[in-house]
């Protein structure tokens, strides 16, 4: 037996063989990824029984999962009648947290690429200061497709990018006891994004990955007008 293995010691870490035998056989497979017996196809039969009948050559692998994390940016606010510079009437960041939920589908091409699309809402409390009020991310949306790289059967690395949509609370600038007097409306802007990330599976319990990603959005220019209570 470890006669038999030795070959495999010596071959790179980015080689891939084909499955020799059993229910896998011909399906790709690395060398050191796991042990030779995935290789030689007599590694736990019953579980290679129950991944053939579920997953078919091309398919489409659906997934689901949550997620949290946090978010910053930055806002200008301008007036179109003023002359410039003296149109910049406010210029601030805001940051926060985020925290949702997201579904996608992947398809496979060849060993090491796959192609995806993919969806997420995401509810947020980012904030803030602006004027004399509190400006705030209250949610955000976005569907896009990414495109990937499997550097090893653990580890996934992609690139994203799509359509957004984000809400921003109602801004009150001044008020008389809790009725807002002075305010700029609850608004959505749209805009696009792009993102960068990767995914690795954890070893202790099928099916799970760990996802890491950043992403950049622009969101389109608006005209907001500010209302004054009677």
């Not at 891939?16 to 290789?39: E, K, N």
């Amino acid at each position: 037996g470890r006669l038999l293995r030795m070959p495999l010691k010596l071959m790179p870490r980015a080689a891939v063989l084909p499955i020799v035998q059993g229910d896998l056989a011909g399906c790709l497979w690395m060398p050191r990824s796991s042990v030779p017996g995935c290789w030689l196809g007599y590694y736990e039969r019953a579980k290679q029984h129950l991944f053939a009948a579920s997953v078919a050559r091309g398919g489409v692998v659906f997934d689901i999962g949550a997620n949290v994390g946090g978010g910053w940016g930055s806002k200008d606010y301008f007036d179109p009648l003023a002359p410039i510079p003296e149109n910049n009437l406010s210029g601030h960041r805001i940051s926060g947290g985020v925290g949702g939920g997201q579904a996608g589908c992947d398809y496979q091409i060849g060993a090491r690429w796959l192609i995806g699309a993919f969806g997420d809402y995401d509810f947020a409390s980012i904030t803030g200061r602006v004027f004399d009020g509190t400006e705030k991310l209250r949610s955000m949306w976005a569907v896009g497709g990414r495109i990937g790289y499997l550097v090893n059967p653990q580890l996934l690395t992609f690139v994203s990018g799509g359509y957004t949509e984000a809400n921003f609370d109602q801004i009150n600038l001044a008020t008389i006891g809790a009725v807002p007097t002075f305010f700029y409306p609850e608004h959505t802007y749209t805009g696009w994004f792009l993102g960068s990330g990767y995914e690795y599976r954890l070893p202790w319990l099928s099916g799970l990955f760990w996802k890491t990603e950043y992403r950049f959005s622009e969101l389109d220019n608006d005209t907001l007008t500010r209302f004054t209570a009677a």
